[in-house]
């Protein structure tokens, strides 16, 4: 399987920033596309932003579009997400993940998502 591990999570005041990273090993694995997940407590996790491999096209959730950036560094074997202008609801785990086989864009759907990691905790609150 691939190997993600997310870091950068912590405590940030709302309307702050923050950085996370995800870390990739492939294995020799497929890997189509990247996506990021948040999971609030008490809540299945929903997707935030993914980006296509092939050419690095993003699709966002509508509520997260022109605060969040997905981008990665091939060289670097690395996915960031940019966090602009935090809120409270803001607030929970964190997960990048791998879509193995993609056609067209990709997609915010948790269940088309094979590899996972373990999560960054990130809080919002003043």
């Known amino acids: 399987q691939v190997q993600l591990v997310e870091s950068g999570g912590g405590l940030v005041q709302p309307g702050g920033s923050l950085t996370l990273s995800c870390s990739i090993s492939?294995?020799?694995?497929?890997?189509?596309?990247i996506g990021w997940f948040r999971q609030a407590s008490g809540k299945d996790p929903e997707g935030i932003a993914c980006?296509?491999?092939?050419?690095?096209?993003?699709v966002y959730a509508d509520s997260e579009e022109g605060r969040f950036t997905i981008s990665a560094d091939n060289a670097r074997n690395t996915a960031y997400l940019q966090m602009n202008s935090l809120k409270i609801e803001d607030t929970g785990v964190y997960f990048c993940?791998?879509?193995?086989?993609?056609?067209?864009?990709?997609?915010?759907?948790?269940?088309?998502?094979?590899?996972w990691g373990q999560g960054t905790q990130v809080t919002v609150s003043s």
């Open positions: 993940a791998v879509d193995r086989w993609l056609s067209g864009s990709c997609t915010l759907r948790e269940s088309a998502y094979n590899d």
């Open positions: 492939t294995n020799g694995v497929r890997v189509d596309a």
């Open positions: 980006m296509r491999s092939s050419d690095g096209k993003p």
